[in-house]
Every structure is written in structure tokens, then in C-alpha cells.
């Protein structure tokens, strides 16, 4: 020690960094970088040093210092006019006494950072489509799920680790549509298919009915070099409103009401609806009707047959417009028309035939009056009635509709003999029923209007009690009469 008492220490050792650490900033990953990463060197050494000389990127750090202990750092902003690859640093360092470290220009963790600037190459995003529900090409409505986007990704090795953000605009600028997708080492070279649900697309803030969406796609390399590929040719319409028909009619052909059908007549459903469909699938009474027409304006026609059941006609429409929208299937008119078939032929269950004559109902002369009594098993809406081959003078019917009732009064006109009668009749919607020429309970009309012939009274016989030719007493009992005509028999009077 010297007399004034200063001291001297001696430290020949040099100094030794223990740990040296080398990482970025990058969103994605601290082993890469991209211009505008920070790039950060953290070191440890074993005792205090009094000089460091850095560079990072073979440039000097913006900011390098003391962290506390034995612990030092150094940074650098990127700037892009660093050469890409690994990225280069030194350490050169002395303690404080001015032994000089050996350079350091490697990590004692393994750690590097390789610095990328090269942005995915160019690419077109694929078709888009909807898919899920009902599925037409360039439309979007309310049954679809999913849209199905094909993005191409390239064989590029830098790639894996990175991401792809799929966006869409309806005219204006590109929102992002939905979350990022990972880029996996087996997408490269390959068309990547990724499902959008129908909840985010239909979440972007400018989704709209009526509006046209177009799709484009960011895709970043694992550094975060990013390229906005060309949009796809592509085109989504929104069009998720429901088709209504406006009018919905129903008429037949019938001669007699179009609201009547019988068999062989055509019944037609006329439709026009509140924009073009695509989709038209019509069946009246459950048999597939016969259409014609385009666009808004639709006509289905059906035949009716004999198989067809009596009933008011049904039918029912399934309709669709040409975005795949299906709207509520249609089973009555907007004007309440409908028709009823009845395929049956009307049938006479009773008729009967008699007269007035005094004498017998089943005989008639002159002036008698003949009445054809029917009842029919519906009501009828025709009844053609000869009787004797004339125009029966009245048909009619009661406040009960049956029987129905037709005359004729004698008039000499008429052929003796039985009285032969014709019925021709049809029921309310146009059947005909069959002729009838015979009555149900057998019943039937003998027209006689000959008189017997002349004859002449040849004796006049007064008998019982005392007889006395010429007279009648109070004892007489009957009179004989005799003629030619009677052919000698005795007539009791």
C-alpha cells in the first residue's frame, strides 16, 4: 500500500458474455422480421462492462444501454434497405479496467432472426359460391348457409404459418369478411376451399338486399409480407326476399258454370306472381298439372278423369324465384274461386206413371191427364220429358225438389196402346244421365179412346114376384135385360 494510501487493482481476466439473445418484434413470429420490425439484442455478462460496440444488420442500434446487474441490450428499426436474410450482428465489449471481450457474433440460445421483405407473388382469388339451402349460381337468398370461397395459394415455403383474410365489398371499399385462416404446409400449391357462414357474411355492415358483393383476399407469408391478390370474377346478388303470387284464379271450361267441372272438362290455375320465377311445381287434385307461361305470368291446366273423387277441386303451388327464395306454398285463390267436380252421372231412383181416369190409374181416353212422377238422387239442372212422343206440357218441382212431376192431357192426338214416355235429364254441373223408358214400380198407361160398338135392347125381362108381362109391381124382384150385343146374357141391373 502506498504511503498516501492509494490502492491498485489488478484484473487480467477478460470478460465473458454468459447469455446473448436475439429476437424481433414481429407479430407473427420473433425469429422473423419485415421492415418496420424492431430487432432487439439482449446480452448478460460477468461483471460490469465499461464499453460496448454494436451493430445490428451492420448498422448501429437506435437505442442500446444498461437493463440492471449484468444485463445489456441494443436495438434497431428496420428500415428495408437491410439486405434480406439472417440477420448479422457484433458485440464487440471491455470490462472496466479495458479488457476486451472476445466479438460476439452468435446467440448462446440458438436464437436468429431472418429478415424478409419479399411479399406472397400475385394471385387471383377463385369462384365464390353459395352453397347450403337451395343453391343458384350468383345469388345469395334465404336459404343459403355458407358461402365457398377457392383461394389458390402459392408453393411458396415462406408461407406456412401465415394467413389469409378474406374481404368483400358492395361497391365501395373492401371490409374483411370473417376470421383469418392459417396457411398449413399441405395448402401450398393447392386451391384452399373455406366456408364463410352465412353469420359473418351477412354481418359486414354494408350487406344489403338487392346489392352485389365482389371478393378479394389479403395473403401474408409467416414474416407478415402481405399481397392483395385480384379480386374474384366472381359476383354474389343479395336476393333473400320471398316471391309472393299476386294472383292466383281458378276456372274451368265448364258449358254450364266455371265453377263446375265434370269429367273431360279442363280446369285451369291462372298465377302471376310479384317477380320472375324459376321454380314451379303445380298439382291439381294431387296429379301434376300441364303449365305454360314465362317470367311472372303462369297458366296450369288439368283434365279431369273418371278417377277423379267428388269434391271441391284442390291444388297446391310450390313456387321459387329465380335467386332459389322458395315462397309459402299456395293452396287457395287470392278472388275465392273454386270449383267443384262431380264425375257421377245424376240416376232416377223412383219413377211412375198414372192417370186421372176415374175408372183405373192405369187407363186413360180423353181428356185424362198422364203423370210422370220421377225422383232423381241430385238435384238436376235439365229434365227433357215425352210423353206419348210429345212434349210433356209442364215439368216442376216442389219446395222439396223431388218428385219431380210431368203432365200431359189427352187429346186424341195420341196413338192408342200403352203410353210410351222418354225422360232425358242432366245434373247441376252438365252429367247426363241415362234415357229412362220404364218405370220402377211397373206402373204403365193403356190409352183407349174406341167406344164399343152400336147395339140395340131386344127384351126387357121383369122377374121375382108376380110377373105380369109389361108391368112392375111391388112384388118384383129384378129386370132382364136381352141384346144381341150381350150375346144372350142376362144383365142384373
Known sequence: MAQDGSQVRFDGTLPILDDVNFFSNNSNDSSLCIPGDSLFLQYTSRETLRTTTITLAGNSPDESGWLDGFNYYASYILTGTEDEGFIPFTIGFEDWVGNPGDTISSTTNGSSVLFDMTPPEDFTLGHVVSKNGIEVAGYWNASNQTLEIVIPVPNDETLPGGGIQFQASFGGSYSNLADTIN?????????????????????????????????????????????????????????????????????????????????????????????????????????????SGANRDWTFTYSFQETDNNDMVSFNIVFGDTAGNLGTDVSTTTDGSTVRFDGTKPFLTSVSFSSTNSIDGGLAILADTLYLDFISDEDLLTKDVLIAGFDADTTFENEFRTPFRSWRIMDGTEPEGYIEFEIGYSDLVGNIGDTVEETTNETSILFDMTPPDDFELDTVFVSGGKVIFGFWNASNAMTLLRSEYLSQKMMKL
Open 183 to 291: 396457411i398449413d404446409q399441405s395448402d401450398l400449391g393447392m386451391g384452399k376451399i373455406v366456408s364463410i357462414s352465412a353469420t359473418d357474411f351477412e354481418s359486414i355492415a354494408e350487406f344489403t338486399e338487392n346489392g352485389n358483393a365482389t371478393f378479394q383476399a389479403v395473403l401474408w407469408d409467416k414474416a407478415g409480407n402481405s399481397t392483395i391478390g385480384t379480386a374474384s370474377t366472381s359476383t354474389i346478388h343479395i336476393d333473400q326476399t320471398l316471391p309472393i303470387l299476386g294472383t292466383v284464379a281458378q276456372r274451368t271450361n265448364n258449358a254450364i258454370a266455371d265453377s263446375l267441372a265434370k269429367v273431360g272438362d279442363t280446369d285451369t290455375l291462372i298465377v302471376s306472381s310479384t317477380e320472375g320465377l324459376d321454380t314451379l311445381q303445380v298439382q291439381i287434385f294431387s296429379q301434376d298439372a300441364v303449365h
